[in-house]
């Protein structure tokens, strides 16, 4: 089992980044051990994309199911927060496909067209090899692929990278959301900033976004008075970026990850659905 365990990561990554979750990945990818330890591992010419088909081919399949369910979910959904620092597919990944912001963008494609993406974009296969994992024509990827992508940057946003600029970000929102410092959260938000809570329902959490200075600022001091007593509170790469994670013991109760453009935040993305803190 050596050969699949020595490509487990990047399995991983691929599943990850067509479902957006976590726990959907790892299943995925235990499903492709089963598969793989059916075969006669001697006669797959090339393991490396032989594991990469089945995979992607069962993340489609979960995605489709997955879409359903999450028509009924409670509140905003957004993607599970995964630590990234050592992601060993990190070196053939954008930087920015595992992020939180790019991930909602591409719930916006079809099961088919995120596969496509993914593949594409994040880890740099041609339309050859991408038609031969999907078994379609080259011709047909290359239209999906286009289509894709075309969705993809009329929706994305261009956030700030610079990983000190949004390391400082985090830390000032961080001073200022636990010291319920109203004018110095509101000196670090966009005038139209966006806050996204998930809480699917198991936990605390507007069941809309909130868009606007004064009502982000003020939900989120609000947020602040209801930690856990004696939180601890650690920055931690998550999905790309540097993030706030929350702990109450052990146990993660609640992600933030800030997206900035020009130096301040416009959007924050806010997990507290336990369900979706086991990994962190």
């Known amino acids: 089992m050596e050969i699949f365990e020595d490509r487990r990561g990047l399995l991983q990554a691929v599943a990850y980044r067509v479902l957006g979750t976590v726990t959907d990945a790892e299943d995925i990818v235990q499903e492709a051990w089963l598969r793989w330890s059916g075969v006669d591992a001697d006669a797959v010419e090339d393991p490396t994309a032989y594991l990469v088909k089945v995979t992607t081919r069962l993340a489609i399949d979960r995605l489709r199911s997955a879409q359903v369910r999450r028509e009924s979910y409670v509140g905003p959904w957004l993607p599970e927060p995964v630590l990234t620092g050592g992601d060993v597919a990190e070196e053939v990944a954008l930087a920015d496909t595992v992020s939180s ?16 993406f993914v ?5 740099g296969h041609s339309h050859r090899e991408i038609a031969e994992i999907l078994d379609r024509s080259e011709a047909s990827v290359r239209q999906t692929a286009m289509r894709a992508r075309e969705h993809v ?18 830390e000032s929102f961080m001073e200022a959301s636990a010291g319920g410092d109203l004018a110095g959260l509101m000196a ?3 005038p139209d900033v966006t806050l996204v809570c998930d809480g699917g329902g198991l936990a605390p959490a507007p069941r809309k976004a909130i868009q606007g200075l004064e009502l982000v600022a003020r939900a989120l001091v609000t947020f602040a008075g209801r930690m856990p007593e004696d939180p601890s509170i650690e920055f931690a790469e998550v999905n ?22 020009d130096g301040v935040v416009e959007e924050i993305h806010l997990v507290s659905n336990p369900e979706k803190l086991g990994n962190l």
């Open 240 to 261: 790309g970026g540097p993030a706030i994670v929350i702990r109450s013991g052990e146990a993660a109760a609640a992600v933030v990850m800030l997206y900035l453009v």
């Open 188 to 190: 670090i938000l966009a």
């Open 101 to 116: 912001a790019m991930l909602l963008v591409l719930e916006t494609l079809s099961p088919l067209e995120r596969a496509v």
């Open 153 to 170: 940057e009329g929706r994305r946003r261009r956030y700030d990278t610079d990983p000190v600029t949004r390391k400082r970000a985090v």
């Open 119 to 123: 593949l594409r974009e994040a880890f």
